[in-house]
């Protein structure tokens, strides 16, 4: 029997990945995943361990974890855009959505689950993906995309975003209605893309491999 | 739990596991189209890149073989005109003697003449000197100082015909071109044994065709592409491409005994800036 959930595994693949290639990931913006991955794989473990062997919730935990996961991913694509305009998007969001989340703790607390945290998040996200392959594309860089690390990162979240829109879309309606009060829905779909993000995640590790002089913010 | 409640959250669990299905595929045809498009893009601008390196290559290679031409020519009339001219003026300063007034004032005479003629090689010499010639005085009269130079040597008899008005093509198109008749001028004196060289220029809308012509001996053309006799062959094969990277046609045609013709058209794109 398995000691975690599945999808847990892959968290841990991407961070043991992240340490074994550090050598080449410490001079890039990446070296941000280290610390990144693992707090995933702990907030993982304990939004597990807390109400299954203790019986207690998780919700605060992930209130705090989600938006930061966002706040992340945003500051990895503002380092890595070349416009300067997508480069205010991103930071434009870093501020604002940080702001929101500072006063929404400050007033509501962090024991409910902000679902809007998932709305927004992954909204911005999926424009923030796709800002960055527009990128891609008006380059005039003649490398091979495929060994590029932040194209298999932005694919991750990419599709991680877009698979779960469905469900942030509906979650505040969900919630409210209380539809999914065992959220088996939200792991049904959740945890199948966890398992692609972080196989993604970890892919571009491997890719840095051959990539030596990666930029640097 | 109410029925009611159990089918709606059933048509919503539904709703949403399909909604991410769908979702992720369109996602996912996303990142393929885009991945082919970037893949297809680069490898244009990749492409574009091999021929813009190339076609510096080219153009330096070319310089460079000018200049090597430039320095052969020079030695050259040097040897056979300037210095002969010299020698004999004075020879005939050497053997003045001022017994004979008339012989006295001939000989005079004479070596002006060909002291004048020294000079007037060495001013012809001295133009061609400036290794940007080429693009400094354009290509016809760099082709026609070339023809000049040839038709000194008394070897071969030169005729050039310049038909429509004349405009000056881009600077580098110019020097590639200048390179494919100084060579095929090199393979008309050292192979053909020709007696006659007619050159031909043609400017019209169209744009601009030049055409030489010899009486000399020919090449067997099918021995050429068989891939026999590879020096040539690769002269040839480098005029070739050297036309094709400026976007020129390049014919040449010749069967043993009935000389060789050297065709080449560039389709109009003049250079307005250098519009005269």
New interface residues.
């Given amino acids: 029997m398995s000691l975690f959930p599945f999808h847990i595994y892959f968290e841990i693949t991407a961070l043991l990945a992240c340490i074994l290639f550090w050598s080449s990931a410490k001079d890039t913006d990446l070296r941000w995943f280290l610390p990144y991955l693992t707090l995933i794989v702990f907030v993982e473990v304990m939004g597990w361990y807390l109400p299954v062997f203790l019986g207690k919730t998780n919700a605060w935990l992930f209130n705090i974890s989600v938006p930061i996961e966002y706040l992340f991913f945003a500051f990895i694509f503002y380092a890595h855009y070349a416009k300067p305009l997508n480069r205010k998007f991103a930071l434009i969001f870093i501020v604002l959505f940080s702001a929101y989340v500072i006063c929404y703790s400050l007033i509501k607390g962090i024991y409910n689950f902000n679902t809007y945290y998932l709305l927004i998040g992954s909204l911005v996200m999926i424009i923030l993906s796709v800002l960055y392959f527009s990128e891609q594309y008006s380059k005039t860089e003649t490398g091979n995309i495929w060994s590029e690390p932040m194209f298999w990162i932005t694919t991750g979240v990419f599709l991680f975003n877009a698979g779960e829109f469905s469900y942030n879309f509906l979650s505040e309606f969900i919630v409210k209605n209380n539809l999914d009060p065992t959220i088996s829905l939200f792991r049904l779909i959740n945890n199948k893309l966890i398992i692609l993000f972080y196989l993604l995640i970890a892919i571009a590790f491997i890719c840095l491999r051959n990539t030596k002089a990666y930029n640097k913010v | 739990m109410p029925e009611k409640y159990k089918s709606?959250?059933q048509g919503?669990?539904d709703?949403?596991?399909?909604?991410?299905i769908?979702?992720?595929l369109?996602?996912?045809l996303?990142?393929i189209f885009?991945?082919f498009?970037?893949?297809r893009?680069?490898?244009m601008?990749?492409e574009k890149?091999q021929m813009e390196h190339q076609y510096q290559q080219t153009l330096l290679q070319t310089q460079l073989e000018i200049q090597e031409q430039t320095l052969k020519n020079i030695s050259q009339e040097i040897h056979d005109n300037i210095g002969q001219a010299l020698s004999l003026a004075k020879l005939n300063l050497n053997t003045m003697t001022p017994i004979d007034d008339e012989m006295l004032q001939q000989k005079i005479l004479n070596s002006k003449e060909l002291v004048s003629k020294a000079i007037v090689d060495l001013r012809d010499l001295s133009r061609s000197l400036d290794t940007d010639y080429v693009q400094q005085m354009g290509l016809q009269r760099a082709i026609e100082y070339e023809v000049e130079m040839i038709r000194k040597t008394g070897t071969v008899e030169t005729n050039m015909i310049v038909e429509g008005s004349m405009f000056r093509l881009e600077k580098q198109k110019e020097l590639i071109l200048f390179r494919i008749v100084q060579e095929t001028f090199n393979n008309i004196l050292k192979h053909a044994g020709a007696k006659n060289i007619n050159v031909n220029i043609n400017y019209d809308a169209a744009g601009f065709a030049l055409i030489i012509r010899d009486d000399g001996k020919g090449v067997d053309l099918q021995s050429f592409n068989r891939g026999e006799n590879n020096n040539f062959g690769l002269g040839i094969r480098n005029m070739h491409n050297r036309a094709k990277l400026i976007g020129a046609d390049f014919k040449m045609s010749s069967m043993p005994g009935e000389g060789t013709e050297v065709r080449i058209i560039l389709p109009n794109e003049p250079n307005n800036e250098n519009k005269q």
């Fill in positions: 709606i959250q919503l669990t709703y949403v596991r399909t909604g991410a769908i979702f992720l369109l996602a996912l996303f990142i885009i991945v498009s970037i893949q893009r680069r490898k601008i990749l890149k």
